[in-house]
């Protein structure tokens, strides 16, 4: 066995964090060294997530210790990380960022989108987009990978392929997720008794993923975000037109054959096939120009800390499924 | 108080039978003589069902109380009921059926959609299409009103609006439903394991509400239903393009605004608002001429039984909202 | 028609007041006045909550309207009611109480209970406690109703039923509630991703539940409420031995044999049985001298809004099913 | 790395079974050989479950790659896998039962309990009972292990350490678990509209778990189960009273504290701190004599497929938590 990597999570006390916690402490080619959370400041991590059985007390983001890990992965509020990320790189430090900062190739975009002064553009030229299947190449040699949006995994994915096919025009994703990809809030908005049997558009016209999207795919899209009652999973359906639609279908059926975590189904995919899994399933049905995609994942795994850990094991030279679940429970 | 209308049910074993069976016992203008259904006949209602403490017994089809009611409400599968209904017109019975029968102008659009041959298209002729809101004037006087389609309410009350008032294309609906939709079943794919936590999509091109939607607004349209880990309610996310943006809006703000049962809202609806009631509720969102549509309905009320007992207010001089739920529970 | 009676609720923001906001708002013999919240002062009800298309604007406690209603519901914390139900009671209004201040005969136990000095002992002489069928005669003169605890209720109606009819001893009641339960909450211990596919115990030998219980049925008792995955109601599990089992049991299943809302089932009883209803069903199975029974209601109905307008029908003369809801939805 | 083991799966579209496909399929020390049901006979894995990428064909339990199988697992119904399971044995192959057939020391008191007449006296001889924690020993070098029932193990553990360090008597175990308990079913019962938003108790006296939990603690118990709208979990509310209740108290607490799958916790266990995985925690309160146990496992892994995988490692020398989950997802 080889000597494992040093890990550092900052912001474990988010779901995103918690998660990458979860599959590290797990993962066999890892030691978990560090992890911090204002919040939890201070607790020992299964006094504080009882679900967590981990014995490392959280500390803060000042922790020397982050210094000494072999990669860091940041879990905060959009520009918050940015000093902190700043320094890692410094000192040689390799970052897997899940906040949106360094997502876009255009900072414009990203300060249009978010509201805020891009903090480091420095660093934005540095980032990789850490759409795994996508841009293994650059990943491998990353010093700092920008984790992709979860909802926007969900639609690149097979519009990527897509779009690389034939002419796609028109798009339009109507995109429905679980309710933690709203984080860990104490909010009646997100009460138990609010969000059970509901189920609610918001967004329209509005969120910020659609601009990440439309940069990647290099054309205008509309999307609309649904919340669903159930606790993890995005299904996307994304309507377009296509110019040749049976290369279309082809690229969508091969173009990830290889892969051992995005695969194309004859029959829809469901949520529940790839929850608590780091796949993407999607299928494609036509009528004429017409084109209609069902894209599945998990949003706190392919769409957040599973394709983190995932960039890892690219950015280390790991087997790219070490540490992640590909079979889905009942 | 004046004399109570008779009323029968014909298939109350299923949610939507069941549920007129649990308006019509409780609405104060009605006395339920007859209830029948197939599968639990001879069985007394609240021992069927412990949750509706009815007295009566299940009967069949052919009990000749039936043709002693006011009126009968029918709930049998496609062309099931047609020599029955006949019957009922023929014995002066005024009939509300909730099957898809006698919903389709054009009977060939109907045989394609259901893969049957019309069982009586003299019938058809009669029937009244059983939008409330639209159709009150006719229904009025209507012998046999034929129940819309759940997902179809949603999507005509605030389309036809639209439609009214300016050219609507390109429209897509994105429909959302709880699983009582789908009917009793012993069926694995509607099992508690299968659906909790799990959204899927089906019937992609190919469900039967989309010619029923088409027909009514008179363009065809493209629908894809999916389906919600909640017992009732439906939410549409029609997309569209409207040739004057500011007309449609305007319409969708005031075309019910008298009614009680149907209302726009500034804020984007939620199922939670409207479930266990008779209301429609939706809310729209320009941006260009490109619109935004979210719909919400109870799909066992408004989009069923509700709406089918009021249609029974109508026809029978009752206030509108007699023995209807308007006000929803936490 | 009798002249409708004016009615003012204090505390509508909360779950149980909504709900009583809810049953007045559609009960045929009630104009609903005025309805109360800090949180939501000067709001149209509608607005606050789009489920409760209400015309009426949020006052304070303070509205003179409150001393012109013929009966004021309070559902305010422990003693947050108290000067408020002296002055109401003082100007002739009639008041029904949803806190537990004034639930105890002995106000030591409540005192020790709820950690407080009870507000008004003097109010808690003239306090009836409102548990419908065990004491409607003095309910229909009490000028101030108790409405008894949620948990509490699911208990007691069996339990005093048994108790009459021989020697019943060693009660353990293992309870069962939905989220509603605990009220409205903005708290990250009842959100969504905390509760959904979860399930707890809490309070385990310290829940303010047991006393009332013990005070009512004249014994100890043990009694552990757990936290369901659902909105309402609740399911009692209560263990015990009775002296003479076959008259415990006759006694359950005849007491309240022509009640409209509790009934004694053979089969045993769901919460989906009862839940959107004012009812109460239990069961009982014995093996010697070991008794168990399973009692369900709606915990925002018969455990707390729905009780409350039935001690209002009682109050007024009103059939007491007046505007109470018996059939369960799907 | 050693040579990996090989493993069969006997009934693998049961949900037990499936989830012990999941977990061999995901291990670092095993090899999948052959995997059997009847209901998906020939077809791949992977297609009767898009969840399970496998890709693997089912075959029948006549498949002669069961007996050059290391170890098999079978997850058949009651007495349907004597005869295989005789050959097995016979042919050297390690077996891990996940049916009741040879839990029970006393062949009467199975016999009784489940109504048939026992298939292999001499096997039952053979059988290890297979609760880890207790059992390590034996099951080392056990031919046949019998895995126990998913209510049991969460009975058990806690209370076997109690029973050792005093008297305990008058045990209740009041039980609450998911709905895959249930197995796959396609029954109207087990529907999601059946079941959503429910709670009910079932078996009440009679069901089969309560003599298993009984000969394993050599005192008769109590013993309901309830079913939860939930897909994964058990909480059992044990109530007793104990002889020294510090006693017990130092037993609950330390009986378990070098186990990495079992233990206890001052605050209360939820279900979701061990859903999707294989601990077992609890957490116990006490008043005078009078003692509460809550303890909490996943049904599907320390209730079945998990404990039936730690089996197995015990059997290989493998370490004990390789490839079971420790850490809860969010």
């Given at each position: 066995m080889n000597k494992?990597?040093?890990v550092g999570i900052v912001g474990a006390n988010g779901y995103a964090g918690a998660e990458v916690l979860r599959l590290i402490a797990q993962h066999p080619l890892t030691e978990l060294s560090v992890v911090t959370s204002r919040?939890?400041?201070g607790k020992k991590v299964s006094s504080a997530f009882p679900a967590l059985p981990c014995d490392l007390d959280f500390s803060d983001a000042s922790d020397p210790l982050l210094k000494k890990c072999d990669v860091v992965f940041t879990a905060l509020p959009q520009t918050a990380g940015a000093s902190l990320i700043g320094e890692l790189i410094d000192a040689g430090v390799r970052v897997i960022d899940l906040s949106a900062d360094y997502r876009f190739t255009d900072i414009a975009t990203y300060e249009r989108t978010y509201g805020v002064t891009h903090p480091r553009p420095d660093l934005n030229k540095l980032a990789v987009y850490g759409l795994c299947e996508v841009n293994r190449q650059k990943i491998k040699s990353a010093q700092l990978v920008a984790n992709p949006g979860c909802y926007v995994t969900s639609v690149l994915?097979?519009?990527?392929?897509?779009?690389?096919a034939t002419k796609i025009s028109g798009i339009i994703a109507d995109s429905k997720s679980g309710v933690s990809g709203a984080g860990r809030k104490a909010d009646e908005a997100y009460s138990y008794c609010t969000l059970d049997e509901n189920f609610k558009a918001y967004g329209v016209f509005t969120h910020r993923h659609a601009p990440e999207i439309s940069e990647k795919l290099g054309q205008s899209i509309l999307f609309t975000p649904h919340l669903l009652p159930i606790k993890r999973g995005i299904l996307s359906t994304v309507y377009f037109e296509a110019?040749?639609?049976?290369?279309?279908?082809n690229a969508l059926k091969t173009a990830y054959k290889d892969e051992p975590f995005v695969s194309y189904t004859d029959t829809l995919p469901e949520i529940a096939h790839v929850a608590h899994t780091n796949r993407c399933m999607f299928s494609a049905r036509f009528d004429g120009n017409r084109g209609i995609v069902i894209s599945v994942i998990d949003n706190l795994l392919k769409g957040a800390a599973g394709q983190a850990v995932q960039n890892m094991n690219i950015m280390f030279g790991f087997d790219e499924t070490s540490g992640l679940p590909i079979y889905a429970p009942i």
């Open positions: 494992k990597i040093k919040a939890q400041l994915l097979p519009m990527i392929a897509a779009c690389k110019d040749d639609p049976a290369a279309a279908q």
